[in-house]
Each structure stands twice: as C-alpha cells, then as structure tokens.
C-alpha cells in the first residue's frame, strides 16, 4: 500500500489519539500535502521538528493498529460483507432475501 494511503487510513482511525499538535502536524503532511517547510514555517518550529514528529506519529499510529488491530477487523468485515452480498444476489428476491439485501445496504453505510 502507497505510504501516504496507509498514513491516511491510520490517522483516520487512531489520529484523535494525537496530541492537537500532533494532528494539526499530521494532518497538514497527510490530507493537505504540504512541504516540510511549509509546515514548519506556518507552526513555527524547524523542519527537523516537523520530520520528527511526523515519525513520530508514524510510530506512534502503527502501534495502535497492532495492539488494536481496527484496521484489519474493519477491512475483513468489509470483504466478508460483499461475499454475503454477493452470494445473496444469486437468491429469489422473497421477503426475507429482500430483508436481508437491506441489512446489508445499512451495513455498507454503516462501514
């Protein structure tokens, strides 16, 4: 997985766990895309701090997803959800099929 996805789907999960420092830090590298001197220039800190930190949370944002493993839990959930889809598509459309497809399509909203 491209590092800046992977970097993404992480804060998205854990990034309220940050410090307000850290995600504003965080999330000027991830989602605006901005140099490590735009940053350090706007927070007022040297470039060396902003690398750092962004290692830092790096570090910090995989460890909670080992520990924690929301990531994978997530990720499986969502491909068990679309063979359950896929395999109640192959049904009649009785009632409780009907029923179901409509769990499902909340499910998918849901995640």
């Keep these: 997985m491209e590092k800046i996805v ?13 410090t307000n420092h850290q995600q504003k830090i965080y999330e000027a590298v991830v989602y605006d895309n901005m140099s ?4 350090a220039e706007e927070a007022g800190v040297s470039r060396q701090a902003v690398h750092d930190i962004i290692k830092r949370c790096d570090k ?12 994978d ?3 499986a959930t969502k491909s068990y959800l ?20 409509e ?8 995640l």
């Design 82 to 101: 679309g063979e359950l889809e896929s395999e109640t598509n192959k049904l009649d459309s009785s009632a409780e099929v009907i029923k179901i497809k």
């Design 60 to 71: 910090i944002l995989g460890e909670y997803e080992e520990k924690l493993g929301l990531i």
């Design 103 to 110: 769990i499902i399509s909340k499910l998918h909203d849901v």
């Design 6 to 18: 992977e970097q993404g789907i992480l804060y998205d999960f854990y990034g309220a766990l940050l």
């Design 73 to 75: 839990r997530f990720m």
């Design 36 to 39: 490590l001197g735009e940053i």
